[in-house]
């Protein structure tokens, strides 16, 4: 079975600092990792993923997340913060081997504080 | 602006109504899917649609009806409907299906359902 975990109910971060967002997954073998994001009242915005080959993946709005397989995380990071990257961030998983549907983390809301 | 059309935006129906949610994309996706989400919760599959045929239904109740009239339209209807069933309803569409890739999902702006 295959689940992602993340952490983190709220993450508090000042303007222009630096951002990490955790993701823990369980998956079998290779897994397929995604991150999405979630303003309010709208839907939710594909961020970035990782499939295979480069453990750092670059996605939109300066975010990048580094898969590590040996701590099975994913975490999302940003170098500088801006105060329009508060919302809801949702990592998911899902296992390539079988017809399984994507997986959500329970979500992460993010903060930054001018 | 999403490139998934969802309408309406807000919905309030009584237990007895008979309603449908649409939603449409001109991407070329080959693949659609309904998402259910409560307030500060992930979205919860309950329906996906690969070449307009269904090929899962998470176990949802009779009273939540899919449709997919082709491959650019999803409806769901909706009948005798309960309270606990107000929530958002989010359609997602991807590329390929996403059982078998990994296209990532585009998601519409939702359906904001209130259940009376």
């Known amino acids: 079975a295959q689940s992602v975990a993340q952490p983190e109910d709220q993450v508090n971060v000042a303007e222009g600092n630096p951002l990490t967002v955790k993701c823990t997954y369980s998956?079998?073998?290779?897994?397929?990792l995604f991150w999405y994001v979630q303003y309010p009242n709208r839907g939710l915005q594909f961020l970035l993923k990782?499939?295979?080959?480069?453990?750092l993946v670059k996605g939109s709005y300066g975010f990048e997340a580094e898969f590590n397989k040996s701590q099975t995380s994913f975490h999302l990071k940003k170098p500088s913060a801006l105060v329009s990257d508060s919302a809801l961030y949702f990592c998911?998983?899902?296992?390539?081997?079988?017809?399984?549907?994507?997986?959500f983390g329970k979500g992460t809301r993010l903060s930054v504080i001018a | 602006d999403t490139e998934v059309t969802q309408t309406p935006k807000h919905l309030v129906m009584g237990m007895t109504n008979k309603k449908s949610l649409k939603c449409e994309q001109h991407m070329g996706h080959r693949a659609m899917y309904w998402y259910k989400q409560k307030a500060k919760k992930p979205p919860e599959l309950m329906f996906v649609?690969?070449?307009?045929?269904?090929?899962i239904n998470e176990s949802v109740p009779s009273r939540f009806s899919p449709e997919c009239p082709n491959s650019s339209l999803l409806n769901l209807h909706l009948h005798a409907l309960q309270p606990e069933d107000s929530a958002l309803y989010l359609c997602?569409?991807?590329?390929?299906?996403?059982?078998?890739?990994?296209?990532?999902?585009?998601f519409g702006n939702g359906t904001r359902l209130t259940v009376t």
């Open positions: 649609y690969s070449y307009e045929k269904l090929s």
């Open positions: 997602a569409s991807s590329q390929q299906d996403g059982l078998i890739s990994p296209s990532p999902l585009h």
């Open positions: 990782y499939i295979t080959g480069d453990n």
């Open positions: 998956v079998s073998g290779n897994p397929y």
């Open positions: 998911a998983v899902r296992d390539p081997r079988g017809n399984t549907p994507l997986v």
